[in-house]
């Protein structure tokens, strides 16, 4: 009998009625582990000597998870899957994580990510790249691209991620899961290695929009360490999905969503665009009122830049601290400067090396006004707009990325100019800090892909009860990948 393709409600229940103990779920989830770094390349670390732990009346007690490798956490290996931090190993945790321990959850393993969290593809951590479980010729789109295929292969219930632009929530599209970021700041962030620290959220992938509830309740709490974090104790998120969403009103953009907004679109566009009007039918049969908006092309069209902007300009701050002297391998040179220069030459990937020329271009004082705080301005005219979407609806609603899971072969971390706004609208949940959840919306071309419900802030409680009500009529609950070739 195999439990880590079952929801946490399920193992947890199989738990407590001594079905199964956590050291035989420990033992299944390690063996899954390693089956699916054979197929999939998805873990940096696997903990082969992970213990059990007492079960108790904690949903997440004795069960298994993973952690993205950007999650600091002591005594084991955590390198941002970049080979500046190859032999790092903490000497303390992040406080989700410890809140996760607490509970009684047990880590088996680190999953891989795109260096840093810079990239979507899975394609540029320092193991190599990460394939899609239901198509391994497939990316599985990143960052957090080991968490997504171990969680769709079923190695377990839930592993945590980052998301700076859609980082959690393109990967569970891609994988035919469920990906969650709450508010900014619900989740503590200390310990998260930092990307683009105003942007940056944690969360986690699941199969089921309760399961992300239910780990998100055990991460998230106020903590000294973060000054954005904030008190949320009297948010019970699982407690209070009961899927009554009658009278709630969504609406979704028809710049993004009209298939005659692309006049080259090919038949895999037009079918993931189809899927999405069938769902928006679905919210209706549940008693939702789904309206259409319109918004300004040129507004839509600078989302992309307004994120490379700003999230390369944080990173090139907050990644100054690689040196090579505190933290990472040590490289050849006779002076200090040399050194330095030889660990992050040798270190950083190309398309790191990318993001920092042009973060620091944007920062030179002569640039900084009309590129940095330009962007700034743009960013708060993208929030102010969805903000007066939020007065009008609950949340909004639309489809992720432009269709399935993308192949590998030729893939570049490069725009297609026609959708592009579709790939990167997920960016608009981390310029505003919003409750964000993609939920697997059907099949294109026999693979998985994404619908997204995003909300205004501190409201998680409507976005993951319309997610809940959704789930619940569309059939890809706790859905497992099947390989497909
Ligand atoms: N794909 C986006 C990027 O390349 C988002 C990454 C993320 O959310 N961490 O930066």
């Given at each position: 009998m195999s439990y880590m393709n079952k929801t946490i409600e399920e193992i947890h229940e199989a738990l407590v009625n001594g079905k199964v103990t956590s050291k035989d779920l420990i033992k299944e989830s390690l063996e899954m582990s390693h089956k699916v770094q054979k197929e999939c390349?998805?873990?940096?670390?696997?903990?082969?000597d992970a213990k059990e732990t007492k079960v108790t009346d904690e949903l997440l007690s004795g069960i298994p998870y993973g952690i993205k490798d950007n999650y600091s956490t002591k005594g084991i290996l955590s390198t941002g899957s970049s080979n500046t931090l190859k032999d790092y190993v903490p000497f303390f945790t992040a406080t989700s994580i410890d809140n996760l321990s607490k509970k009684g959850a047990v880590a088996v393993n680190k999953t891989v990510l795109d260096e840093f969290g810079m990239g979507g593809t899975g394609t540029t951590g320092h193991t190599g790249v990460v394939t899609n479980p239901w198509d391994h010729s497939r990316m599985c789109a990143g960052s957090s691209a080991g968490s997504a295929a171990a969680v769709a292969a079923g190695v377990y219930p839930y592993a945590t991620g980052s998301d700076t632009g859609d980082s959690i929530r393109k990967p569970a599209a891609y994988c035919g899961i469920v990906g969650y970021k709450p508010t900014y700041g619900m989740i503590s962030r200390y310990g998260l290695f930092p990307f683009a620290s105003s942007l940056d959220h944690c969360g986690v992938l699941t199969r089921s929009v309760k399961d992300a509830a239910i780990v998100v309740d055990g991460m998230k709490g106020i903590d000294k360490n973060d000054m954005t974090s904030w008190d949320s104790a009297d948010m019970h998120l699982y407690e209070s999905i009961d899927g009554n969403v009658k009278g709630k009103k969504l609406c979704y953009i028809k710049e993004l969503c009209?298939?005659?907004?692309?006049?080259?679109?090919d038949d895999e566009l037009k079918s993931h665009l189809e899927n999405f009007m069938k769902t928006c039918e679905k919210c209706r049969e549940l008693g939702m009122e789904v309206c259409e908006e319109s918004i300004d092309m040129t507004l839509l069209s600078a989302i992309p830049s307004v994120y490379v902007v700003i999230s390369c300009a944080e990173a090139t701050s907050n990644m100054s601290n690689l040196t090579g002297f505190i933290f990472g391998p040590r490289a050849e040179g006779d002076k200090w400067d040399v050194e330095m220069k030889n660990y992050r030459t040798k270190g950083f990937s190309p398309l790191i090396k990318r993001r920092f020329v042009i973060g620091s271009y944007v920062l030179q004082a002569e640039n900084k006004d009309r590129y940095f705080h330009n962007a700034q301005r743009v960013r708060r005219l993208v929030v102010d707009k969805w903000n007066e979407l939020f007065e009008k609806y609950d949340a909004v609603i639309l489809p992720v990325g432009s269709g399935p899971a993308k192949k590998l072969e030729g893939s570049k971390d490069a725009l297609d100019k026609n959708t592009a706004i579709l790939e990167d609208h997920l960016q608009i949940g981390n310029f505003g800090g919003f409750p964000s959840i993609t939920i697997p919306n059907g099949f294109v071309s026999k693979l998985p892909v994404g619908v997204n419900i995003t909300g205004k802030c501190f409201n998680d409680i409507d976005v993951l009860n319309i997610a809940y009500a959704l789930e619940s009529i569309m059939g890809y609950k706790n859905q497992i990948a099947k390989e497909v070739k």
């Open positions: 390349n998805a873990f940096v670390t696997i903990m082969d009209d298939i005659n907004m692309y006049p080259n679109a």
